[in-house]
C-alpha cells in the first residue's frame, strides 16, 4: 500500500463524513421548513434542502465508504455478510499474499535438518543452523544451500 494511496484515503475518510454530515444539515433543513410551512399552509422556501441535501448524503457515505474499505472489510470478514465485487478485489491480493506466505513457510526447509520453519527465520529452531547467508559473490542475503539464488554463485 503506497503512502500516496494512505493519504488519499485519510482525505477520503474526511471529506467523506463531511459531506454526508453538510448533506444531512441541509436535508433536515429542508425537511423542517417544509413541515413548518406545510402548517402555515405557504410554499416552503428552503425545500432546496432536501433536493440538495439527500444526494449529498449519499455521495458522502459513498466516499466514506470508499475511504474505510479496509476498516469495513476488516469488520466484517467475520460475519457472514457478503462481500461486494469491488471489496473482493481488494481482498484477493492479500488472500494471494497469505497464501504466498503459507506456502513460503513451507519452503523455508533447513538446509541443514531438512526441517520447515516459519517464513523469515533467520534460523532453524530445530537445529539452530543459519538458514540465510550472506552471497561472498553478490553480497545479497540468500537463503543457504549449495548455490546462491540470486546470482548462481556456488556457496560452501
Ligand atoms: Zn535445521
Ligand atoms: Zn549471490
Redesign the pocket.
Known sequence: MGKKHEKTKKILKIIGPIIALCGLGLAIMGFADMIISTRKGEMPSLFWGLIAGLPLIAIGAMISLTGFRREIIRYTKNESVPVVNEAGEEIAPAVSAIASAAKGAERNICPDCGKPNEEGAKFCRHCGKPLYIT?P??G?Q?RAGAY?D??G?KLD
Open positions: 552471497c559473490v553478490c545479497e540468500v546462491c540470486k546470482c554463485a
